[in-house]
Nanobody
Framework: QVQLVESGGGLVQAGGSLRLSCAAS????????MGWFRQAPGKEREFVAG????????YYAASVKGRSSISRDNAKNTMYLQMNSLKPEDTAVYYC????????????????????WGQGAQVTVSS
């Protein structure tokens, strides 16, 4: 079992930066492929970024590619999402997720591939 807790959300002006953290407890997060998703009011939850079990592979949604960076500190059991040049359309609740699938090599990009979820962190970008 893995418990995930996000932090680092908040209110930021357009063009600003924010770093979200996802602390994992229980079985070490380095055993899992992990990812970030977000859900804006009235919209479906969408994939933002993911990192493979080996940390070799990362993948980003087109909407954040070039402005975001996903990373993981296995010693701290913590995953990060650095977001730069934030836009009002980035406003959403951001969720981190971990997958139990042990035979994956690449990045998992769909919500149903993930087994554990955090409670979410609100990110609001003002114009």
């Amino acid at each position: 079992q893995v418990q995930l807790v996000e932090s680092g959300g908040g209110l930021v002006q357009a063009g600003g930066s924010l770093r979200l953290s996802c602390a994992a407890s229980g079985r070490t997060s380095s055993s899992y492929a992990m990812g970030w998703f977000r859900q804006a009011p009235g919209k479906e939850r969408e994939f933002v970024a993911g990192i493979s079990r080996s940390d070799v592979n990362t993948y980003y949604a087109a909407s954040v590619k070039g402005r975001s960076s996903i990373s993981r500190d296995n010693a701290k059991n913590t995953m990060y999402l650095q977001m730069n040049s934030l836009k009002p359309e980035d406003t959403a609740v951001y969720y981190c997720a971990a997958s139990r699938r042990i035979y994956t090599v690449g990045v998992l990009t769909t919500a149903d591939e993930y087994d554990y979820w955090g409670q979410g962190a609100q990110v609001t970008v003002s114009s």
